[in-house]
């Protein structure tokens, strides 16, 4: 029983999880300056490395301005909810081996129920900020939402149906010899953008619009609940990140020596291995895009992404069927 | 944020983030909103249209926070003393910790009063 | 460039040889909007550049800068400060209402038929209405300062 | 309605909503970020009328040089605006200079105009750079102001300082341009011509950027003709009215200088045409180099200067800069008259805007996007009802989008 504490609360749970969101912020902040001839945080810790955690420990430690008019509640717990949504994630991908900390059957619906509800939780916190920057942020993410969510469903439900298995465990051991990716390299693409679109990284980043809307939803938090949103953010890139890589990329899978230590071992390694890759792609293409507006946006998911998606699964139910 | 200023203390700040000298090596970066601030960076002399809007800004930023009063405009009312709507220098309007001189100031001394800022942070650590 | 500066010989303007490219024609007060007109209709010159306000002591002078190719032609008119009316040129020049308030904020010329006149363009909210335009030769900078909060 | 109507009590008067904040704060972009507010007067959805408030950055220069002697209002109108510093003490010295009976030295003529196509190209970079922050796409914005940097590194060997240059005194000029630096001058803004043009390639290939600048705002030539608009803007519409072209002043009379126009008016070609128009200064500080003739550079003049009055103007980045000056031969000024560019382009700012419905508001400002700031701060008064609230610019994006979505083509 210990061994599944120590595993959900350390390794590939709790505290794996914001060790590789403190990095992987870290890795994209340094990529994103390169790309644009700059250093990136260079002073905090080696390379600045220590820079995302620097941030985090200041916030914790400045006040917090509660706005009144607001709904106070919700503004309260709303955070920590959204915390809590892919930390709980994380415990359903493989990275250990093909099981992951807490799998059961049905996981793969339950993961996409965790999508959708920290999707929702940030509509909710906008809306308890009472501020007119607030309320049309929005107004902008459930336009966002409605128009990323669709072709994001249909982009993991193909890999499942391909795979015939509805829990992540299952998906991974199907892809033993040949990744998902092969059979359906357009719903992987769809689920990168649609991933990005979630994480309103920019080309997608309009409800939080820096030179726009101050800061669209996140305007009114300050303090505790900001570190908290901002370590969300990045926490929410590794569950999809993962999520992807166990849909697609084969999961922790690889050609892994005997022994059963060595073994998980090294299906850590081949799992960071493809997350790193998952990440990196994010955000090259971050740092290269300018941002869209709403309306093109949605033009964008429903008029290309949905169809591309949906012919997808078309295509791999003929496979499977046949 | 520009409290009535020729935009030259502006465009310096917003050079010290540009590659060349890229403030982002101290950790210092854009942020949108005064909620998620710590210092508030002033340019221009303050004049009477803006003042209360300077005060209302500072008071939505959450403790501890600094101020950075940059240019000469900001320090003490630069070239335009005595001119009818321009006022003396943030100072007889904002409580500021750090003055960086110069008209304007170049990008390096802009990163110069930040990092002597940091030093002053690290001072006093509980805030303020 | 000729037939422009004899089309404003004809209409009594003094040219000063001095200064090529740059032409004042002095008008009475109330022919000021038909002056204005035949100097953009007839003559073609439709860019108004500024507006500029003087402080001559007893009147205001208002001059009005026009540019076509290399010729400034300005149309000058002085307001009596007994009653600082004049006639404003909003119809003709659609372009030239926010020079109208700005003369009217700092020199306190009211031009009759711009619609804005009531509105402040450039003075801080606190100016007081009482104290006179800044721009004229009596009102002194550190009065306005007291007045409007930045000296103690 | 976005709920901000909702919460206001009906029919309880003109209910004033607003979080009246004007200043944005947060240096969105700090450089063009000046604070100012319009008021829209509306009838259901069209704009009835607009009322500008400016004024936010008014310090009171022209009171202010009354009381300094002339040489030393150079530095004092140098600091108008930060970004086009130079062209304003080159203005009000050539106003002061029409005064004089001096005539300036040729050489002089030289180094104004090379500083002055610096200053223009620096000035360009930086909105360039600038648009492409306010569409999200901060990378253009980096590599851009990096190339910029070359710019000041060579005004600040010319000068001895980036920004504020105070190069210029009355009949000449300060610094002179010794032999060693032409050369390294030269070859320098070469580099810069080839960097406009890979940015005149991205900005033409670039996807997201042409989405959000292609068909945005576009300005008709008619009304920017009517309404006396200057500079690039008037430019993007096919309008050739550039002062450098028509009544050109320091040295521009020998240097070939071709005027760039274009025809569509929207944000994408006042993209392009910034990015020629930095081509062009490039050829015309080339010419400009080899032409130079020798010879002093500036010449000692009493203080006092000669009564009369004498009105100029010159060619800024954004515009035709105006000045006028009055003299009644005393020490210093009697009266000196500004009117930076952006004042001239602001009736046509408005005028776009009125008979627009609200949707289109912010995307024709993202359009205009004049010198002193976009507009950050809208109120509206429905004359109807009676209601008055205050929306972010930004706002006014989401009702429109909102409110057109469903059939707008973008």
Known sequence: ?322 | MNACSCNGCDIEIVAALTPRYDAERFGAVLVPSPRHADVLVVTGVASPQMKDRLIRIYEQIPEPKYVLAIGACACGGGVFKGCYNAGQGIDNVLPVDMFVPGCPPRPEAILYGIIKLLGKVKGNRKPS | ?152 | MTDNETKAEAGAGLIQYSTENVVPFGPVHPALKEPEYFKLYLRGEKIVDVIPRIGYVHRGLEKAAEQRRWSQNTYLFERTCGICSFIHSLCYVQAVEGLTPYEVPRRALYIRLIVAELERIHSHLLWVGLLGHWAGFDTLFMWVWRDREIVLDLVEAIAGNRVHKSLVTITGVKKDIPEGMKSRIVERIKYLADRARFYKHIVDTESTLLARTRKVGNLKAETAQRLCAVGPLIRSTGIPRDVRADDPYAAYGEVPLDVVTRSEGDVHSLLQLRLDEIVASVKAIDYALEHMPGGPIRLKIPPAIPAGEYATHCEAPRGEIFYFARSSGGVSPDRVKVRTPTMANLPTAIELLKGLTMADVPVVLTAIDPCFGCMDRMSFVNLDSQKQWTWSGEELRQYGIRKYFPERKI
């Open chain 3, 1 to 152: 460039m000729p037939k422009i500066e004899d089309a404003f010989k004809s209409l009594g303007a003094q040219i000063d040889s001095s200064k090529p490219g740059l032409i004042i024609l002095k008008v009475a007060l109330q022919d000021l909007t038909n002056s204005i007109k035949t100097v953009v209709e007839q003559l073609g010159i439709s860019h108004l550049s500024t507006m500029t306000g003087l402080d001559l002591g007893e009147n205001i002078d208002v001059l009005y800068h026009f540019w076509k190719n290399d010729l400034i032609a300005s149309v000058r008119v002085s307001v009596p400060k007994s009653n600082k009316h004049a006639s404003s040129i909003v119809e003709i020049v659609p372009g030239a209402i926010l020079y109208e308030m700005e003369v009217h904020d700092l020199f306190g010329v009211i031009f009759d038929g711009n619609p804005w006149m009531d509105r402040r363009l450039l003075l801080p909210d606190r100016y007081p209405t009482d104290l006179p335009p800044p721009l004229l030769k009596e009102t002194k900078a550190s009065e306005i300062r007291k007045a409007v909060g930045i000296e103690r």
């Open chain 1, 1 to 322: 029983m210990l061994s599944e504490v120590v595993e959900a609360l350390v390794f590939p749970g709790f505290l794996f999880t914001l060790g590789l969101g403190f990095l992987f912020e870290w890795i994209e902040r340094k990529i994103g300056a390169h790309m644009q001839g700059r250093i990136g945080p260079l002073v905090t810790g080696p390379h600045g490395i220590l820079q995302p955690i620097a941030d985090f420990l200041k916030l914790l430690y400045k006040e917090e301005i509660v706005p009144t008019f607001g709904d106070v509640t919700i503004y309260k717990i709303g955070p920590v909810l959204y915390f809590l949504a892919p930390i709980l994630g994380m415990l359903f991908v493989p990275v250990m081996g093909t099981r992951a900390v807490a799998t059961f059957d049905l996981d793969v619906l339950f993961v996409i129920f965790l999508l959708a509800f920290s999707a929702l939780m940030v509509v909710i916190l906008s809306f308890a900020s009472e501020s007119s920057y607030t309320i049309v942020a929005s107004g902008r993410l459930v336009l966002q939402y409605v128009s990323y969510e669709i072709p994001l469903v249909i982009a993991v439900i193909t890999a499942a149906v391909f795979s015939g298995a509805l829990s992540l465990a299952g998906v991974v051991q199907t892809q033993s010899n040949v990744w998902n990716v092969v059979y359906m390299p357009f719903s992987f693409i769809v689920y990168i953008v649609a991933l990005m679109a979630e994480l309103e990284k920019p080309p997608f980043d309009i409800p939080s619009a820096k030179t726009e809307i101050v800061a669209g939803w996140l305007t009114e938090f300050s303090g505790r609940s900001l570190a908290f949103l901002k370590l969300t953010k990045e926490v929410s890139l590794i569950f999809g990140g993962g999520l992807a890589v166990a849909l697609f990329l084969g999961g922790p899978l690889g050609p892994v020596p005997a022994d059963p230590l060595l073994a998980s071992v090294a299906y850590t390694v081949y799992f960071l291995a493809k997350l790193l890759a998952v990440g990196l792609l994010i955000f090259i293409l971050r740092t290269a895009m300018a941002r869209l507006m709403i309306a093109q946006v949605a033009d964008l998911f429903w008029k290309i992404l949905t169809p591309l998606a949906l012919a997808q699964l078309a295509f791999v139910i003929l496979l499977r069927g046949v």
